[in-house]
């Protein structure tokens, strides 16, 4: 029961992960109708930069952290203008291999860049565990639970009431009617690319400081289609509780597979056989737009 | 420009037959039974480097072929292709180990137990488009490696499982030397088949699902039948070229079928033309030969600068890697329609020489 409760806790924690960088996803997918296979690079490339600048430079937490997030930021911007803007009116299968390729490029610069073992994070909290309703937690987790909840709730700030995120949300809903209100599709685009990287950053910092940084991290983007598909892929609602719901589902299945199944591996497979039952029975998931495409 | 295959003056078709022959024109056929002649004669002149090169081209080829029977020509993207070329691979090991079926028999009945699986994963697919379908293809991707992984009685397991070499008469196919000519058979079979699908009313109803599967459908095509019909097809050649690949090393293992290398698969594809035939065979020669020039090119460069500066022969593997990458985006961005129709540029502009109008 107590092991129960703590997959359960970890699973919350971690599906609220899954949340933030789905929804930056969507936030991508809903703007410029891109895919982004290298999600899970932004993650990686983030928590790299941050624990560089945390270890080569001696910088403390609160100084590197921003950085980083600037540095993201831009790069979301440069990777969005040099190599996505091209690819704007190809076909699918074009823009998808691209994001495939970049993928491929990134993971190969960082294990180039900063080797292929895991390192771990300088100490960033006083006391690592904390007591939370008797469970020993990990302060890194709660504080990343505080954090994804803050930027959830910021997105939805953000789209709700700011000027450039009703902006984009125009921009999603039919770019050539944005562009003739005068907004810049163009810097929305990139705008989108820019937040998304950034948020994912965030989120890859969070994961680096518990589990020590490494390519591993890569693999929560392609976690994050599950949650995504299981929400539907663009709406920013449905990939939070997909995330969510992800993130309890494969602690569960480790759960279950730990008492009694002792298949092993359940915890990484069991969201893709998730995935591929709701693409049978709900293709466009709980909130996903419907298109119907029928004769 | 010219983008369709030039007919020289005077070469009137007068039938849909004549114009749908599987070589355009005489010249065309004659120089693909040459090249064909030569490579027999090849392993009389290359040596076992060279040979490996080929014969994994071969095999590569003809898994890149199917790729691009579901890539290329229906428009169904798919990035799980190499657990399909792995469990052709494993599928033809365990039914020679464990049913002692002789190879021969092994390497198709692998290829159609790879279609049953690749059809399995096709009813979902039939369902989906775009990048709904690519992602059920990654999970499909992630469920069969972990079926490798886990299913000792079929993979081995871990420690991977041991292919008998193919014999035929008694005699055994067992270095690089004869092995190529089992390959080159296979591949000059599956390639002309494929040829030949593409100008029946199926490869047809292919094409006109990728065009514009709506009209296709009011056509009176069956799109859940041709949409699934190609991904048994991908499956079948994936699971050929894999069982070949099998009996060449004589061992596999669990861990090659990565997502890597179906994205390998994906890149041979793009860079030697979607939709192309020929292309599919160009894209996986660049592809294979794509490391050893990383490797000249590492060799060459090393003692110098930049050597020096980035350490490059620690960092060739993550480079190797790279090159994959930035290729495939290099080709996407500049040559969307690739190596194939690079070559039909060439060829027209050598026909056409003096007066290129």
């Known amino acids: 029961m107590q092991l129960l409760l703590q997959l359960l806790i970890n699973g919350l924690i971690v599906g609220a992960l899954y949340g933030v960088v789905a929804m930056s996803f969507v936030l991508i997918y809903k703007a410029s109708r891109i895919v982004n296979f290298a999600q899970g690079e932004f993650l990686l490339i983030g928590a790299w930069t941050c624990w560089w600048l945390l270890t080569s430079w001696q910088l403390p937490f609160w100084i590197g952290f921003p950085i980083t997030l600037v540095f993201m930021l831009v790069f979301g911007v440069i990777l969005q203008v040099v190599v996505l803007r091209p690819m704007i009116g190809e076909p699918i299968i074009s823009v998808i291999m691209v994001t495939i390729g970049l993928s491929i490029v990134f993971q190969a610069l960082m294990k180039w860049m900063f080797g292929v073992f895991a390192k771990p994070f300088p100490p960033i909290f006083a006391s690592p565990t904390m007591n939370v309703f008797g469970l020993e937690v990990q302060t890194v987790y709660v504080v990343s639970l505080v954090i994804s909840l803050l930027i959830m709730a910021g997105f939805g700030w953000f789209f709700k009431y700011s000027r450039m995120g009703l902006a984009m949300r125009a921009t999603a809903w039919d770019q050539q009617v944005a562009q003739s209100l005068g907004i810049s599709v163009r810097q929305m685009f990139a705008m989108s690319w820019a937040i998304s990287a950034m948020v994912s950053a965030v989120a890859g910092v969070t994961v680096g400081v518990v589990n020590g940084v490494s390519s591993a991290l890569s693999f929560f983007g392609i976690k994050v289609f599950p949650a995504v598909i299981l929400g539907g892929l663009d709406s920013v609602i449905g990939a939070v509780l997909g995330g969510l719901i992800v993130g309890l589902l494969e602690n569960l299945a480790h759960y279950v597979d730990s008492q009694w199944l002792n298949w092993g591996n359940m915890y990484e497979i069991a969201p893709f056989y998730v995935l591929i039952a709701i693409l049978m029975v709900k293709p466009y998931g709980l909130f996903g737009t419907k298109d119907i495409e029928r004769v | ?357």
Request: hydrophobic share 55%.
């Open chain 2, 1 to 357: 420009m010219a983008t369709t295959t030039l007919i020289p003056c005077g070469d009137f078709k007068t039938s849909y037959g004549s114009d749908t022959t599987i070589f355009p024109t005489v010249t065309s056929r004659n120089f693909a039974i040459l090249g064909v002649v030569l490579l027999l004669a090849a392993p009389a002149f290359l040596d076992r480097f060279w040979l490996n090169q080929l014969i994994q081209i071969g095999y590569l080829g003809i898994a890149a072929l199917g790729l691009n029977i579901l890539v290329g020509f229906t428009g169904q993207i798919s990035i799980g292709h190499s657990a399909f070329f792995g469990f052709g691979a494993f599928a033809s090991a365990w039914l020679n180990n464990r049913w002692g079926i002789p190879v021969w028999a092994c390497i198709p009945l692998a290829a159609l137990m790879t279609t049953a699986v690749g059809m399995v994963f096709g009813v979902p697919a039939a369902r989906l488009k775009g990048l709904y379908l690519a992602i059920a293809t990654l999970a499909a991707q992630y469920i069969l490696q972990d079926f490798f992984a886990r299913a000792d009685w079929f993979t081995g397991g871990v420690a991977g499982t041991i292919a008998m070499p193919l014999e035929l008469f008694g005699f055994a196919f067992d270095t690089d030397h004869s092995y190529f000519y089992v390959v080159l058979v296979y591949m000059v079979v599956m390639y002309i088949l494929a040829t030949n699908l593409m100008r029946s009313r199926d490869g047809r109803a292919l094409v006109a699902v990728r065009d514009h599967y709506l009209s296709a459908e009011i056509m009176g095509i069956n799109l859940t039948k041709y949409r699934t019909m190609a991904f048994g097809l991908s499956a079948f050649y994936a699971g050929m070229g894999g069982a070949l690949y099998a009996h060449y090393l004589q061992f596999v293992s669990v861990e090659g079928f990565t997502i890597l290398f179906s994205i390998q698969f994906l890149g041979m594809i793009i860079i030697g033309g979607l939709g192309s035939i020929m292309g599919s065979l160009m894209g996986t020669a660049f592809m294979v030969l794509l490391p050893e020039l990383m490797q000249y090119l590492t060799t060459a460069l090393s003692g110098t600068a930049i050597d020096q500066a980035l350490n490059l022969r620690e960092a060739v593997a993550f480079l190797r890697e790279m090159a994959i990458g930035i290729v495939i985006i290099l080709f996407l961005v500049f040559e969307p329609d690739g190596l194939a129709h690079r070559w039909k540029q060439i060829k027209a502009y050598w026909k056409l020489y003096p007066f290129s109008h």
